[in-house]
């Protein structure tokens, strides 16, 4: 088997590559050739972690595999370590026997960037100008670099439940040249696209933040109880997802279905956007929501595409498993 380490990852995934290998899987999910598994997620009773395991099969690619890890949120604090922490392991699907270990930590922030940034490829207004973020940690500065390189956004405006930590978006706006603005959630109607990503169990962003038009990104809510976005924006807005099963049960659409406000029949998938079969947006007005939930096809596929790379470069650890 191959082992990929962490370490290795910055130097071999690019935004790119994580962006194609998620859009291809989200089109072979929506044409019948990839399936994930159910989703095992559950609170450890330990350092208020949550653990679980996401894994699929891809019969187009072939990739057979899942994601072990979780969220422990007291790391950064206590440790100096990221609060997200996961391994991924692949299978050779024709005899079972394991083919890599690869580090998932960059991965995860890369592939869940990337799942927002192919959403606002296929549904954002050609003409957006305006990005909002709702959130600012980690995984924001991820999510903020891949939305850029997808409109030519003028502005970038911010929100965070602890204000200190918007320097880290305003950084990386900075970088790209963008200027940036902090904001109270009510000055999100400015924007054009909203991209969602926290960890909170109650909503921040509501209905009236969001403005005629806007495509928001939801990519905080992967666990049932959590919930990023007051149900009502969802009854608003025309739904997508990566996987209508997770949406419903541990998305952001959980709440809203349970509620009453939507049902199943509401939630598209994104990759029937993309293979053609679903229109999309369909007007200038219309407010699109991208619920992403994180499929462990995404994990696996990006995890391929870090281990053919490992190999080709001889960056790969091989052993006798």
Request: aromatic share 6%.
């Amino acid at each position: 088997m191959f082992i990929v380490p962490e370490r290795e990852i910055a130097d071999l995934m690019t935004r790119a590559a994580a962006f194609d290998a998620v859009e291809k899987v989200f089109a072979a999910m929506a044409s019948g050739d990839a399936y994930n598994f159910p989703v095992v997620r559950e609170a450890i009773g330990h350092e208020d972690a949550l653990y679980g395991f996401k894994g699929g099969f891809d019969r187009a690619g072939l990739t057979l595999g899942l994601k072990a890890g979780g969220y422990w949120p007291n790391n950064l604090e206590k440790r100096g370590l990221i609060n997200h922490q996961s391994t991924v392991f692949l299978f050779d699907p024709d005899t079972g026997k394991v083919k890599a270990m690869v580090g998932g930590n960059l991965l995860t922030a890369l592939r869940t960037a990337a799942a927002s940034s192919v959403s606002i490829k296929h549904l954002a207004r050609p003409d957006a100008k305006v990005l909002g973020m709702v959130g600012a940690g980690h995984q924001a500065t991820f999510q903020l670099r891949a939305a850029l390189e997808q409109r030519p956004f003028e502005k970038v405006i911010g929100w965070n439940y602890h204000p200190e930590m918007l320097p880290n978006i305003e950084k990386v706006a900075a970088e790209a040249g963008v200027p940036f603005e902090a904001v109270d959630l009510p000055g999100m109607t400015e924007a054009d696209v909203i991209i969602s990503i926290t960890s909170a169990f109650a909503p921040s962003l509501m209905a009236d933040h969001v403005s005629p038009g806007c495509h928001v990104a939801c990519m905080g809510t992967d666990t049932k109880g959590k919930q990023e976005v007051e149900s009502a924006l969802l009854a608003r807005a025309t739904v997508f997802t990566d996987e209508v099963a997770q949406s419903i049960s541990i998305g952001e659409a959980q709440h809203a279905v349970t509620e009453g406000l939507i049902k199943e029949s509401d939630v598209s998938q994104l990759g029937a956007v993309i293979n053609g079969t679903n229109p999309g947006r369909t007007s200038d007005t219309q407010i699109t929501l991208f619920d992403g939930t994180g499929v462990g096809l995404q994990d696996l596929a990006v995890a391929a595409t870090v281990v053919e790379l490992a190999v080709e470069k001889g960056i790969a650890i091989e052993v006798d498993f």
